[in-house]
């Protein structure tokens, strides 16, 4: 009987056991699940929360986002991110950063997004979740106005400057025509780059049509944009990746305002035309 007692209790302890050990591996499932499957996307209640939609951007890309004469940022995204986020209840804070560091602005949350004519490329859709684009943009070589220089073969042996960490440094990189030159100059911002090829210490720019021609345009400037660009490119809200639920509620809040032709208006503030992608 003892013998009998003792083999019954043993099974009844396999069996415990057995429960507990389920009851601890569907604990460890349910866990491990949320632990390797998609963290909550706090993005937008986190904006909502504090109140803010702190945008990164580099302050010295007009006509996009710089600074004015009295040292206001301003400019075609700052206007229609200020928009986005008065829809959206919270205050704009614009957030200067160093361009070539974007990415990591975005991963540590430094900032909530990226918004400041910024280009989409392969890599930028693989570390980034983007908006839909909202403009197209033409990458352009710009020289001075009463240079000699006629198109990229007329460029063979001279130097170029290019914005550090920009598509148009990695297009510039990867291109036939860079081969072509004797030099690449990368600057921080294309203002400097303006400086200097205004002192003629390069031979030309690479850059973004927009901005060579707001230059030229409304400071005066004595470029020109040679006819011949490498790329046409189109420009997006960068931020960080997951954070889905604030990029569709920015998303949302732009196409109202291209359907109730609000970014028409600005654009035409800025551009003198309606240059928005629908």
């Given at each position: 009987?003892?013998?009998?007692?003792?083999?019954?209790?043993?099974?009844?302890?396999?069996?415990?056991?057995?429960?507990?050990?389920?009851?601890?591996?569907?604990?460890?499932?349910?866990?491990?699940?949320?632990?390797?499957?998609?963290?909550?996307?706090?993005?937008?209640?986190?904006?909502l929360d504090k109140g803010t939609l702190v945008l990164g951007l580099d302050d010295s890309f007009p006509p996009m986002g710089f600074r004015d004469?009295?040292?206001?940022?301003?400019?075609?995204?700052?206007?229609?991110?200020?928009?986005?986020a008065n829809r959206m209840g919270v205050q704009l804070q614009l957030q200067p950063i160093d361009w070539a560091s974007k990415?990591?602005?975005?991963?540590?949350?430094?900032?909530?997004?990226?918004w400041n004519?910024?280009?989409?490329?392969?890599?930028r859709r693989q570390v980034?979740?983007?908006?839909?684009?909202?403009?197209?943009?033409?990458?352009?070589?710009?020289?001075?106005?009463d240079s000699a220089y006629t198109d990229q073969a007329s460029l063979a042996g001279k130097t170029v400057g290019v914005q550090n960490g920009s598509t148009a440094e990695k297009i510039l990189e990867e291109s036939a025509f860079s081969t072509t030159l004797a030099d690449t100059i990368g600057f921080k911002d294309n203002v400097t780059a303006f400086m200097e090829l205004e002192t003629n210490a390069i031979d030309?720019?690479?850059?973004?049509?927009?901005?060579?021609n707001y230059a030229i345009a409304s400071q005066n400037k004595n470029f020109r944009v040679l006819e011949d660009g490498l790329a046409e490119e189109e420009y997006a809200v960068g931020f960080k990746k997951g954070n889905t639920a604030l990029k569709e509620e920015v998303q949302k809040y732009i196409d109202e305002m291209k359907a109730d032709g609000t970014m028409t208006q600005i654009s035409e503030k800025w551009f003198g035309r309606d240059v928005v992608t629908r």
């Open positions: 009987m003892k013998k009998l007692s003792l083999a019954v209790f043993a099974v009844l302890m396999t069996a415990m056991l057995a429960v507990f050990a389920g009851c601890g591996s569907s604990t460890g499932t349910t866990s491990g699940t949320a632990a390797s499957g998609t963290a909550q996307d706090n993005s937008l209640q986190n904006v004469e009295n040292n206001n940022i301003v400019g075609f995204d700052i206007d229609v991110a200020t928009e986005v990415e990591m602005e975005l991963d540590t949350g430094a900032i909530d997004c990226i004519g910024m280009s989409i490329d392969d890599e980034m979740d983007l908006s839909e684009p909202y403009m197209t943009n033409r990458m352009v070589l710009v020289v001075l106005n030309a720019i690479f850059m973004d049509e927009v901005v060579a």
